[in-house]
């Protein structure tokens, strides 16, 4: 690990603590060169499939954009922070699951549909009425009896 002072590669890790939710590994480092100490911190990186649009484009998983769709149709309803972030969790998890490198955007949109469904029934119309681009009233009507 290069000293963000003096630039030198040459430092020692002084002290290892784990977080408590385990998942960050924390490391207070000394140069050998300036003797100045500085923290580092490590964390899985997990390659998320890349999402396949409609019209063929390719773009990396965005759990932001997830959040934003999301967070839209759950607009003034009574959800919370933490059911979201579950929600959203849970959907990276499957993805995950499918062990490919790849994943249509038709398929992310179902899990969506699936865990608003789970949480919020009127975010679930809003967000199904949108994805699956409603032209009338009669589509609403077949949804809403469906739930």
């Known amino acids: 690990m290069r000293c963000p002072f003096c630039g ?17 590994v924390r490391r207070r480092r000394r140069c050998q060169s300036c ?6 911190y490590e964390h899985a990186e997990i390659a998320m499939p890349v999402v396949v649009k409609k019209d063929g484009r390719r773009a990396e998983f965005d759990p932001a954009k997830l959040r934003a769709s999301m967070a839209l149709a759950l607009r003034k309803r009574p959800v919370s922070v933490e059911q979201i972030d579950a929600a959203i969790e ?10 490919g490198k790849e994943v249509l955007s038709a398929k992310v949109g179902e899990h969506v549909m699936r865990e608003l469904k789970r949480i919020d029934k009127v975010a679930y119309v809003r967000f199904a009425s949108v994805y699956r681009s409603f032209e009338d009233v009669d589509e609403f009507r077949r949804l809403i009896r469906d739930i």
């Open 8 to 24: 030198n590669e040459d430092t020692q890790v002084v002290e290892t603590r784990d977080s408590e939710e385990g998942d960050v």
């Open 35 to 40: 003797d100045k100490r500085f923290t580092t």
């Open 90 to 99: 849970r959907i990276q998890e499957k993805l995950l699951g499918i062990g």
